[in-house]
Nanobody, 126 residues
Framework: VQLQASGGGLVQAGGSLRLSCAASGGTFSSYALGWFRQAPRKEREFVAAISWSVGSTRYTDSVKGRFTISRDNAKNTVYLEMNSLKPEDTAVYYC????????????????????WGQGTLVTVSS
């Protein structure tokens, strides 16, 4: 399984970006896919996750109401729509895939995920 993240860039505070994560090399009907981010000098943190089959979602509190995760099963692609961006959203964003079903309560744990993409940099200027 290969994950290719894209869509990062430089945006002003209050602006929007849409990240994409294209998956290849496997079937994903039973997978969940998550977005994590890592800011300079900080640990990687969970952002959002979605289940491929049902479309259930989970978000970290700091992005609720601003970010939306969605998927296109036909394209094997997951999106992260980011609105009202803040300077503290600046980070490298990684997508990750879970290869088998797992409790939604665990989706925020990085250890849960089997495959990781290369990351895409999001910079939000003040």
């Amino acid at each position: 399984v290969q994950l290719q993240a894209s869509g990062g860039g430089l945006v002003q505070a209050g602006g929007s970006l849409r990240l994409s994560c294209a998956a290849s090399g496997g079937t994903f009907s039973s997978y969940a896919l998550g977005w994590f981010r890592q800011a300079p000098r900080k640990e990687r943190e969970f952002v959002a996750a979605i289940s491929w089959s049902v479309g259930s979602t989970r978000y970290t509190d700091s992005v609720k109401g601003r970010f939306t995760i969605s998927r296109d099963n036909a394209k094997n692609t997951v999106y992260l729509e980011m609105n009202s961006l803040k300077p503290e959203d600046t980070a490298v964003y990684y997508c990750a895939a879970r290869s088998s079903p797992a409790p939604r309560a665990d989706w925020g744990s990085s250890w849960l995920y089997d495959y990781w993409g290369q990351g895409t940099l999001v910079t939000v200027s003040s």
